[in-house]
C-alpha cells in the first residue's frame, strides 16, 4: 500500500528534481534498464540555464505561494528559498520510466543526490518520522506497492505497475503479476547495479536521442508496450509487426519565441520499406490553395502513393479478411486504391462558440424547445479521385450499405445530413454547402501554407482563433476572460510535420508558437501560468471575503430580528 507520507515525500522529491535540477555533463551511463518501454528524461543544465530558481523566486505567483505558505513549516520555507536544502544533487538529469516485467511490470524515478545526511533529514522531516531500514547497499522506505530508495550519490524511487502488461485482458486470462516489498527491494538492486549493456545508454538510438539538442526527451518502445495488448483474432496474423521494432523518440526544446519537438519513429525491416514509399510524395499544394478563403482556423493534409495500402494490408496478412468483407459489397481492395490519388485535406473554418436554439420533437404536436453553449465550425474534407468509375462504385457500396440496413427513407435522409459534391476529380464534404461549393473556386495563398509544404504531411492550427471564438460563450465570466485577454496576448499557433524516411525512420517536426518571438518560450509558459496561478488566488479571495462579509451581514440581520434580552 502506498502511505500519503511516501506519496508526498517523492511529491517533494520528483518536483524538486524535475524543475531545479542542472546537469553535469554527457550520460554516458544512463540508470535506466535496456527493456525499459518508456522513457522520459530531464535536461536540467539546459533547463536551469533558461529559466533559474532566482527567476522563479521573483514571480509574482511565487511570491503569493509563499506569503501563504505556513510560517510555522521551517523545512518548506528553506526550500522554498534554495531547494539544495533538500539534499537532492540540484546537478543531476531526471529520468523516469516504466518497465515490464513477467506478467506485471514496474515505474521508476531516478536522480542524484549531493549530501546523504541532509537528504535523510529532509526525508524525516517531510515523512514525519518514517522509519528507514537497510538493503544491500542503500537505505529505503515504504511499503508494499511503493519503495524510495538511496545511497550517498543516487535515488531511486520504485512502484509496482501491474497494468503496463495488459496481456490478460485479451487473452482470456486476469492474472496479473504484483511486486511487493521484497521484490521492489530486489528491483531497486538491479538499477543501482545497470551498466553495460544492460543499461539503455548502450542502444545507438537511444544514445543518438540524448545528444540530440533537448530540454526534455521522450522514448516509447512499443514492442515493449502494445505488443501483449494485441486481441486474440490479431494474433493469427502479422500484426505483431506494428510494434516489432517499433521505437518512437522525440526531443522537445524551449526556444526563444517557440516550443519545438522533434520526432523519430524506427521501423522493422518490413514497415521501414513501406514507409520509404510513403516518404517519397509530398503535399499536393495545390490542395491547400483550393481552401476557400476567410477564417480558417485549422488544417491538416496529407499525401501517399495509394498502393501502399494494399502493401500494409497484405504484410500484416489480413488482406483475405479484408477481402471477405467488402465481398457483401461487390468491392475489392483494389477498389479502393483505384478510387484515390492519395491526397486528402481537413479543414476547419469560423470557429465559435456561442448559445444555439435547439428542438426536440415529443410527439404531442409542440416540440420541446432549450438553448445550449457548444462549438461550431465550417468542417471540409477532401480528397483527389484516381479513377472515376472505381470511385462511382464506392460511393454506390456505401449507399447501398447504408439502405440495408437503416432501409431506403432512412437511407437518403442519412445521405443528406453528409451532404457532398465531386468537382474538377475531388470528392469533397463537409457541413456547410457554401464552403463545399467554394472548394476550388479560387486559389489562396493562406499563409500556413509556407510553413507546411514540401512534406508527406502537415498540419496548422491557428491558436488565436479558436480563443477568439470562444469568448462569447464565456461574455459574463471575468475571470474566463482576463484569462482569455491573455491567451491571445501569449499563443499564436501550432504548426507540424513530416513523413520524411532518414536514417532508417521517419521524422517529425512540430512547433507551438509564442506572440512573443525574443524572449525564451519557458520563462513565457512561467509569466502565463504564474499569471493565471496570481487571478485565481486573487478571485478565491475575492469570494472568500464576500462570503465573510455575507455572514457578517447575515449575523447583523439575525441580532436585529431577534433582539437578546438583557
Known amino acids: 500500500m502506498v502511505t500519503p507520507k511516501i506519496r508526498f515525500s517523492f511529491l517533494a522529491i520528483a518536483v524538486l528534481a524535475i524543475v531545479f535540477a542542472s546537469c553535469s555533463g554527457k550520460k554516458s551511463n544512463v540508470p535506466v534498464p535496456a527493456n525499459a518501454a518508456l522513457v522520459f528524461h530531464f535536461d536540467g543544465a539546459s533547463l536551469n540555464s533558461k529559466l533559474s530558481w532566482d527567476e522563479i523566486k521573483n514571480s509574482e505567483w511565487f511570491k503569493k505561494l509563499k506569503e501563504q505558505a505556513d510560517n510555522s513549516d521551517e523545512t518548506a520555507k528553506k526550500l522554498m528559498e534554495n531547494p539544495e536544502e533538500s539534499g537532492l544533487n540540484t546537478k543531476s538529469d531526471f529520468y523516469f520510466f516504466l518497465t515490464p516485467r513477467g506478467r506485471g511490470g514496474y515505474m521508476a ?195 501517399f502513393p495509394p498502393e501502399v495500402i494494399k502493401e500494409f494490408i497484405t504484410l500484416l496478412g489480413v488482406d483475405g479478411l479484408a477481402n471477405m468483407a467488402l465481398a457483401e459489397t461487390g468491392l475489392t481492395i483494389d477498389d479502393f486504391i483505384k478510387a484515390t490519388k492519395g491526397d486528402m485535406l481537413l479543414s476547419v473554418s469560423d470557429f465559435t462558440v456561442a448559445e444555439k436554439e435547439k428542438k426536440i420533437e415529443t410527439g404531442s404536436g409542440e416540440p420541446y424547445v432549450y438553448k445550449t453553449t457548444e462549438p461550431d465550425a465550417k468542417i471540409l474534407f477532401s480528397t483527389s479521385i484516381g479513377d472515376k468509375s472505381a470511385f462511382d462504385r464506392l460511393t454506390e457500396a456505401i449507399k447501398d450499405m447504408i439502405s440495408k440496413k437503416a432501409g431506403e427513407e432512412a437511407s437518403n435522409e442519412i445521405m443528406n445530413k453528409v451532404p457532398y459534391t465531386v468537382k474538377d476529380n475531388w470528392f469533397i464534404t463537409g457541413n456547410d454547402s457554401v464552403t463545399m461549393n467554394s472548394y476550388g473556386s479560387a486559389k489562396t495563398e493562406h499563409p500556413f501554407i509556407s510553413k507546411i509544404k514540401g512534406h508527406p504531411m502537415g498540419g496548422y492550427i491557428d491558436i488565436q482563433k479558436f480563443i477568439s471564438g470562444s469568448k462569447p460563450s464565456f461574455a459574463d465570466d471575468k475571470l474566463a476572460n482576463i484569462i482569455a485577454d491573455e491567451s491571445l496576448k501569449t499563443w499564436q499557433d501550432i504548426v507540424f510535420y513530416g513523413g520524411e524516411f532518414k536514417n532508417d525512420a521517419t521524422e517529425s517536426h512540430g512547433e507551438i508558437n509564442f506572440v512573443d518571438k525574443n524572449t525564451n518560450s519557458l520563462k513565457l509558459l512561467n509569466n502565463y501560468l504564474g499569471f493565471i496561478v496570481v487571478k485565481i488566488m486573487e478571485e478565491e479571495k475575492r469570494k472568500s471575503e464576500e462570503v465573510k462579509l455575507m455572514e457578517k451581514e447575515i449575523k447583523i440581520d439575525n441580532l436585529n430580528t431577534f433582539p437578546v434580552n438583557k
Open 109 to 303: 524515478a531516478i536522480c542524484n543526490i549531493s549530501d546523504v545526511k541532509k537528504f535523510e533529514d529532509f526525508l524525516q522531516k517531510v515523512s514525519q518520522g518514517e522509519k528507514i531500514e537497510k538493503g544491500s547497499g542503500f537505505s529505503y522506505m515504504g511499503e508494499d506497492e511503493a519503495l524510495l530508495t538511496w545511497n550517498d550519490k543516487k535515488l531511486v524511487f520504485v512502484v509496482d505497475n501491474p497494468d503496463i502488461n495488459s496481456a490478460g485482458s485479451f487473452s482470456g486470462s486476469s492474472r496479473q503479476q504484483r511486486f511487493e516489498k521484497d521484490s521492489l527491494i530486489a528491483i531497486a538492486k538491479e538499477i543501482y547495479d545497470i551498466k553495460g549493456k544492460k543499461s539503455l545508454g548502450s542502444n545507438s538510438k537511444f544514445s543518438s536521442l540524448l545528444n540530440d539538442k533537448g530540454d526534455m526527451h521522450f522514448w516509447v518502445n512499443a514492442g515493449l508496450l502494445y505488443s501483449n495488448a494485441m486481441p486474440a483474432i490479431l494474433a493469427l496474423t502479422k500484426a505483431s509487426l506494428l510494434f516489432e521494432g517499433n521505437i518512437s523518440t522525440g526531443s522537445l526544446s524551449f526556444e526563444n519565441g517557440k516550443i519545438t519537438i522533434k520526432g523519430k519513429n524506427y521501423y522493422n525491416k518490413e514497415i521501414a520499406a513501406i514507409y520509404k514509399k510513403v516518404s517519397d510524395k509530398t503535399l499536393n499544394e495545390d490542395m491547400l490553395r483550393k481552401i476557400p478563403a476567410g477564417n480558417v482556423a485549422a488544417a491538416m493534409a496529407f499525401s
